[in-house]
């Protein structure tokens, strides 16, 4: 009798080794994006903004509407928040805009976006490498990855001149001076935004 338990757990735990942790396509349409810590710095879905060409918690979105352009209507771009597109290899921000915005990472890990009406990336960036899925735990949260070949793979909140409210974001390993956190998505609606500056 021992022996058929030790067979039937050896045989179990073999099964649950060999079973990966599933994950789910994304839900379509637009998204915000935000960081999810539950040990100190806590944070629980706040929401990251594009802010002067780079992605922050802690501050506002710079958006913009030209009021000299016949027949845009501004009042449709709040621009409260930060609306994305994609999140299947690659990530824009959702604008009015023609052309978009698109979401890259610098050679030094910071998340950034292009300037409206120019594609011009600095030496090094990288624009492909992002994924969206929903994970199977804690509630089936909708979680933003990105990989490029084993490098940035950890998202990392990097406090600003000391503050302990204002956070830069960032891909790459872990370091002494940030905190790493999960980025989760959460289904929106937009444009917000005619642009972000």
């Known amino acids: 009798m021992r022996a058929v338990s030790v067979i039937l757990a050896c045989a179990a735990s073999t099964q649950a080794a060999t079973i990966a942790p599933r994950s789910y396509p994304p839900p379509p349409g637009p998204w915000t994006a935000g960081v999810w810590r539950p040990v100190p710095p806590i944070h629980f879905g706040d929401g990251i903004n594009a802010n002067n060409g780079y992605f922050w918690l802690g501050k506002e979105p710079t958006a913009s509407c030209p009021s000299d352009v016949e027949g845009l209507d501004c009042s449709a771009y709040p621009g409260s928040k930060t609306v994305f597109s994609g999140g299947n290899d690659t990530v824009s921000l959702l604008v009015g805009v023609d052309g978009g915005q698109q979401v890259y990472v610098e050679a030094n890990g910071a998340l950034a976006y292009t300037k409206a009406h120019s594609d011009t990336l600095p030496e090094g960036a990288l624009t492909n490498g992002f994924s969206r899925a929903i994970s199977d735990a804690g509630g089936a949260p909708t979680i933003l990855?990105?990989?490029?070949?084993?490098?940035?793979?950890?998202?990392?909140?990097?406090?600003?001149?000391?503050?302990?409210?204002?956070?830069?974001?960032?891909?790459?390993?872990?370091?002494?001076?940030?905190?790493?956190?999960?980025?989760?998505?959460?289904t929106s609606s937009g444009p917000n935004a005619w642009e972000y500056s």
Request: charged share 20%.
């Open 145 to 186: 990855g990105f990989e490029y070949q084993d490098q940035y793979k950890n998202w990392l909140l990097c406090p600003v001149d000391g503050s302990d409210e204002v956070y830069q974001i960032f891909l790459g390993p872990y370091n002494a001076e940030c905190v790493s956190v999960e980025m989760r998505t959460y």
